[in-house]
């Protein structure tokens, strides 16, 4: 299928007809690999991370018609898959017997044992210090850093004010430079 927009490939699905299916394919080559790794960011292992990645696909083909195009595709499609993570990492929460400790180690641990994690000791420093920060700040550090997302748009996919995500960008890097200098010192 020829390059086309995001909206032309929606109103091509939205037809129901043989090329729907190639314009949903459309979709997917198009925003696959970057959900996958916003997801990631999250969740941290690769298992869980295409779980919910799957799902997200599956909500976002259920609910296509609802999609109402008064933002970008992409910034919807975000929003799903960080509700589906978010419901995900709360639903892990609960079966780890609510103990916050215990989670943050499992990550950690995650992390440590990740074929997919490359990074050498400083990014592994990064990660960790990532790790303890509270889920909203986790969320929209990821998007700011790693993903050079823009305000507005993490503002959409999060549904929040961008003067409260610059609060919550500041915080966590001061936060995150609190951590590593810490561990610097006690080692």
Excluded: C
Excluded at 54 to 62: E, G, I, L, R
Excluded at 120 to 126: F, G, N, R
Aim: proline share 1%.
């Amino acid at each position: 299928m020829e390059k086309k927009t995001d909206e032309q490939l929606i109103k091509l699905i939205r037809r129901k007809t043989r090329k729907s299916e190639l314009a949903f394919a459309g979709l997917l080559d198009r925003y696959n690999e970057r959900l996958y790794w916003h997801v990631r960011k999250i969740l941290i292992t690769h298992e869980d991370t295409n779980d919910v990645v799957q799902n997200t696909w599956v909500k976002v083909y259920q609910n296509l018609d609802k999609f109402r195009q008064d933002s970008k595709f992409y910034t919807w499609l975000y929003r799903i898959a960080t509700n589906e993570a978010l419901s995900f990492l709360q639903k892990q929460k609960r079966t780890e017997a609510d103990n916050l400790d215990e989670h943050l180690f499992n990550l950690s641990q995650s992390l440590e044992s990740d074929e997919w994690f490359d990074g050498d000791e400083i990014q592994t420093k990064l990660q960790k210090a990532i790790l303890k920060l509270p889920e909203k700040q986790r969320l929209v550090f990821n998007m700011k850093y790693f993903d050079e997302m823009k305000y507005q748009d993490i503002a959409d996919i999060l549904e929040t004010s961008v003067g409260a995500l610059k609060a919550s960008y500041h915080h966590a890097v001061k936060k995150i430079e609190e951590t590593i200098k810490a561990e610097i010192i006690e080692h």
